[in-house]
């Protein structure tokens, strides 16, 4: 049903249900004249006469009455679907889909998830966690992150944090082995590698150096796809590691792990939270937005500071 058809339609009814053509104007916040044209138009569709008019009465011809009755319960029916998704809107329940890759989502977004799932328990979460990147709207997400660079044209993002990429080894490494002081001594070092997601290639290492920033490809003697798995190989002295600050900045301040190369650490990449739409969201999800924001954004316990990086670089020597 086109929209003027059904606006022509709101106005027959109301018009009957006010016996006024003008009182059915006010109600629906249009002027008389565009409630006129609205049943002109709606009669010359039909093609039959709805009502009896006159400068003073309005009465329903025997046409008329008969499309109220089959009009009325239609409309009403369509103003309580209405009325029940507006209100839904409104309401912090229901289904909320959510995306994300799984190294970041249990460290860094899994609090927040708990939080918000205490807070409005009438709520029920679906996480799928995977670490490539999916059809946003065939998979019929609510609010996704993604590590890395923003995601594509369609969707809006907010930049939640940094994500550095720092060069560690355990201490017990270090004492067997010693500490590379440049790029070119990781050649002499035994370093893990990780596989990206989608492409299944070895990801280079990636520095700061001076305002650019440089690849290089590290031979490896682990390689993995997990972020934890390789955590895991470096904290056990395994090999020396790149990882992502998120996993590294707690390891470091637990003095599990040493920072290494720490003049070169970049930030480049960042961890995005996206969804599609900034109008008509559901309160579930403009809550949830707004409770990872809070508490994600500007907080340091996923960052590495310089002073940490430096104290932690002084230590060593």
């Given at each position: 049903?086109?929209?003027?058809?059904?606006?022509?339609?709101?106005?027959?009814?109301?018009?009957?249900?006010?016996?006024?053509?003008?009182?059915?104007?006010?109600?629906?916040?249009?002027?008389?004249?565009?409630?006129?044209?609205?049943?002109?138009?709606?009669?010359?569709?039909?093609?039959?006469?709805l009502f009896h008019r006159t400068t003073r009465r309005l009465s329903l011809t025997e046409e008329g009455e008969r499309f109220l009755g089959a009009a009325a319960p239609g409309l009403q029916a369509l103003q309580r679907a209405l009325h029940g998704a507006r209100q839904g809107r409104?309401?912090?329940?229901?289904?909320?889909?959510?995306?994300?890759?799984?190294?970041?989502?249990?460290?860094?977004?899994?609090?927040?998830?708990?939080?918000?799932?205490?807070?409005?328990?009438?709520?029920?979460?679906?996480?799928?966690?995977?670490?490539?990147?999916?059809?946003?709207?065939?998979?019929?997400?609510?609010?996704?992150?993604?590590?890395?660079?923003?995601?594509?044209?369609?969707?809006?993002?907010?930049?939640?944090?940094?994500?550095?990429?720092?060069?560690?080894?355990?201490?017990?490494?270090?004492?067997?082995?010693?500490?590379?002081?440049?790029?070119?001594?990781?050649?002499?070092?035994?370093?893990?590698?990780?596989?990206?997601?989608?492409?299944?290639?070895?990801?280079?290492?990636?520095?700061?150096?001076?305002?650019?920033?440089?690849?290089?490809?590290?031979?490896?003697?682990?390689?993995?796809?997990?972020?934890?798995?390789?955590?895991?190989?470096?904290?056990?002295?395994?090999?020396?590691?790149?990882?992502?600050?998120?996993t590294a900045a707690p390891l470091i301040r637990s003095g599990q792990l040493v920072p290494l190369l720490t003049e070169l650490v970049c930030a480049h990449l960042g961890l995005y939270l996206y969804y599609g739409s900034r109008v008509a969201q559901p309160a579930r999800v403009r809550?949830?937005?707004?409770?990872?924001?809070?508490?994600?954004?500007?907080?340091?316990?996923?960052?590495?500071?310089?002073?940490?990086?430096?104290?932690?670089?002084?230590?060593?020597?």
């Amino acid at each position: 049903m086109a929209f003027n058809e059904l606006r022509a339609i709101t106005t027959f009814t109301k018009a009957a249900e006010l016996g006024s053509l003008r009182q059915a104007a006010v109600a629906q916040g249009i002027t008389p004249q565009a409630a006129s044209q609205a049943l002109t138009q709606l009669e010359a569709h039909l093609g039959v006469r709805l009502f009896h008019r006159t400068t003073r009465r309005l009465s329903l011809t025997e046409e008329g009455e008969r499309f109220l009755g089959a009009a009325a319960p239609g409309l009403q029916a369509l103003q309580r679907a209405l009325h029940g998704a507006r209100q839904g809107r409104d309401v912090i329940a229901g289904p909320l889909r959510i995306t994300a890759t799984r190294s970041l989502m249990l460290p860094v977004l899994w609090p927040v998830l708990e939080e918000y799932c205490a807070r409005y328990p009438d709520v029920e979460p679906d996480v799928q966690l995977d670490d490539r990147i999916g059809d946003w709207v065939a998979d019929r997400v609510d609010v996704g992150f993604r590590a890395g660079t923003p995601p594509g044209e369609g969707l809006i993002a907010r930049h939640l944090m940094p994500l550095q990429l720092i060069v560690c080894a355990a201490p017990a490494y270090i004492a067997r082995h010693g500490a590379p002081r440049s790029i070119d001594e990781l050649a002499q070092h035994r370093c893990s590698g990780f596989r990206h997601p989608s492409t299944g290639k070895a990801m280079p290492w990636e520095f700061l150096v001076g305002d650019e920033i440089v690849g290089r490809d590290v031979a490896s003697i682990f390689m993995t796809n997990d972020v934890e798995l390789e955590a895991n190989a470096v904290i056990a002295g395994h090999c020396i590691g790149q990882l992502v600050g998120v996993t590294a900045a707690p390891l470091i301040r637990s003095g599990q792990l040493v920072p290494l190369l720490t003049e070169l650490v970049c930030a480049h990449l960042g961890l995005y939270l996206y969804y599609g739409s900034r109008v008509a969201q559901p309160a579930r999800v403009r809550a949830f937005i707004d409770l990872v924001v809070e508490r994600v954004v500007g907080n340091p316990a996923w960052v590495v500071s310089p002073q940490e990086l430096a104290a932690a670089a002084r230590r060593r020597r």
